[in-house]
């Protein structure tokens, strides 16, 4: 989390009030990358962490408009290398509606805050 949080202060200029509920997504996400990623790095070709976008741009993720602000309705990451764990961050993914992590390497049990997402 705090790697996410210096990433989010120090390298991305796109969101600089902490205070949005904006940031919270792009935190969300930004923690699930840096928590699941590996050497391989399946980010490059996804375009995740890219500073120039809003995150409902990077790849594999697809987003509704809710009261005007774009919202992770769905991750769709499969068969890309993924390793580690789902952090409970997750969570913050109010509106996540599916979330397919199938065919990689995963492990641990789901975090708590899995059952806060009454849409999934």
């Not at 930004?30 to 928590?35: C, K, P, Q, R």
């Not at 391989?40 to 509704?64: A, Q, Y």
Request: with cysteine.
């Amino acid at each position: 989390q705090s790697n996410a949080l210096l990433w989010l202060a120090n390298t991305d200029q796109s969101t600089r009030d902490f205070d949005q509920p904006m940031f919270a997504q792009r935190y969300a996400l930004t923690v699930f990358y840096l928590s699941t990623s590996t050497l391989g790095d399946w980010v490059d070709s996804m375009d995740w962490l890219n500073t120039r976008l809003h995150e409902c741009d990077w790849g594999l993720i697809t987003c509704d408009i809710i009261a005007k602000e774009r919202r992770v309705r769905e991750i769709r990451i499969i068969q890309h290398g993924l390793q580690g764990s789902l952090p409970p961050e997750i969570g913050i993914l109010t509106h996540l509606k599916q979330l397919a992590l199938n065919g990689n390497g995963l492990e641990g049990s789901l975090p708590n805050a899995v059952g806060s997402l009454t849409s999934l």
